[in-house]
């Protein structure tokens, strides 16, 4: 089992830059596909923005693709998503996410908001 606590949520102004991190406990980063998805708003779907496998492959949402950037940290045992040229679309609660076959955890979420 793993247990994921996200943090660095916040309001930004459009165009700015912030940084997400997950940290997690109970097992290593390294041993799932670690992601972060969004809800833009309750009764919406929770979307994927980026994933980042066991082996390090990446894999972003369209609309994210060129601004956003998934990375793991063994040692820390972090992922972090760094955001930039927010845009006030990218406001949303932003879910970490552990996933393995059969199994997979969620963090309790950090609000993003991008607004002037």
């Known amino acids: 089992q793993v247990q994921l606590v996200e943090s660095g949520g916040g309001l930004v102004q459009p165009g700015g830059s912030l940084k997400l991190s997950c940290a997690a406990s109970?097992?290593?980063?390294?041993?799932?596909?670690m992601g972060w998805y969004r809800q833009q708003g309750p009764g919406k779907q929770r979307q994927l923005v980026a994933?980042?496998?066991?082996?390090?492959?990446?894999n972003y949402a369209d609309s994210v693709k060129g601004r956003f950037t998934i990375s793991r940290d063994t040692a820390k045992n972090t992922v972090d998503l760094q955001m930039n040229s927010l845009k006030p679309e990218d406001t949303a609660v932003y879910y970490c996410?552990?996933?393995?076959?059969?199994?997979?955890?969620w963090g309790q979420g950090t609000q993003v908001t991008v607004s002037s």
């Open positions: 109970g097992s290593s980063v390294s041993s799932f596909r």
């Open positions: 996410n552990a996933y393995i076959y059969l199994y997979q955890s």
């Open positions: 994933t980042i496998s066991s082996d390090g492959n990446t």
